[in-house]
């Protein structure tokens, strides 16, 4: 029996621009992937600001991606001067 290995999709999105629902957008355009995403699949989503979480697809429309994040899975980069400020 062989196993199929499906690589795990990378989407860039804008936490800071929410859709209805609070869902975010994602677009095919600057995926990890080749391959589109199935309704329901988990994918890793990040934006410019170093914030990053899983989510479920929740709707495809052409290259755009409604997602749902999982907020329990959220990561955030702390800014460089919050390191400085705490040791002060």
């Given amino acids: 029996m062989t196993t199929q290995f499906l690589d795990e999709i990378v989407l860039r999105v804008d936490f800071n621009n929410t859709a209805p629902g609070g869902r975010v957008k994602g677009s095919l355009r600057h995926s990890s992937s080749a391959r589109?995403?199935?309704?329901?699949?988990?994918?890793?989503?990040?934006?410019?600001?170093?914030?990053?979480?899983?989510?479920?697809?929740?709707?495809?429309?052409?290259?755009?991606?409604?997602?749902?994040?999982?907020?329990?899975s959220w990561t955030s980069k702390a800014p460089a001067d919050a390191f400085h400020l705490a040791v002060a």
Avoid: F
């Fill in 36 to 72: 589109r995403p199935g309704i329901g699949e988990m994918v890793y989503v990040h934006d410019d600001e170093g914030n990053a979480c899983r989510a479920r697809v929740d709707e495809l429309s052409g290259q755009i991606v409604l997602l749902e994040p999982e907020w329990s």
